[in-house]
């Protein structure tokens, strides 16, 4: 498992302009063969807890999360890992505001547009609605957040929106959050309810 953190850090320097043999031979040794590339760490957390919830050990399968830091970052990420560079196999998860990105992003580097999953407005509205929003303020309880959800919803600029807004932009509202619940929300689902950009993703790995 370290090495994974390993790898992955040695790709953040190489899409910053470091040498990519160390990466390669991380790749090697590691016996990768997919890349699953997110915007950020709260994607990467949620990805990483439902395959672990459904038994996989993704490592093991050669498989690699990468959060990239942002959606521009594709084309870079797309190019280094993809079949321009180490020849893995890419899979993908984004938001719908930022498929233009992907999608240039994606033909720059030659890769193919299928395997990478859209999420309606973000992952974590995906989840909202796939739990529903009483199930997101059980979650919240229980996550230690009941009084900062209450005091959010005191908020005049909260007056009157709908409860799945006001979860979603609670979510976002202090560093860290977003990646917390990703991971608990994940783990919140029942069989059935995993949101269809997540289970698609999985299962084409």
Known sequence: MADMHV???TVSRWAAGGPGGPAS???VRLGLRT???VEGPSDFAAVEALAARCGRDLAAEGVCVVAMGGAMSIGRYAGLLGPPGLGLRLRGLCDVGEQRFYDRGLKRARVPREGFFVCVADLEDELIRALGTARVEEAIGAGGDLRAWQTF????????????QQLRRFLGTKKGRKI???????????PGQVPGPLEGLLASL
């Open 180 to 190: 917390r619940y990703g991971r608990l929300l994940v783990e919140t689902l029942a």
């Open 7 to 9: 790898f992955r850090d």
């Open 35 to 37: 890349a699953v590339l």
């Open 153 to 164: 919803l005191g908020q005049p600029a909260q007056q009157g929106r709908p409860r799945q």
């Open 25 to 27: 031979d991380l790749a």
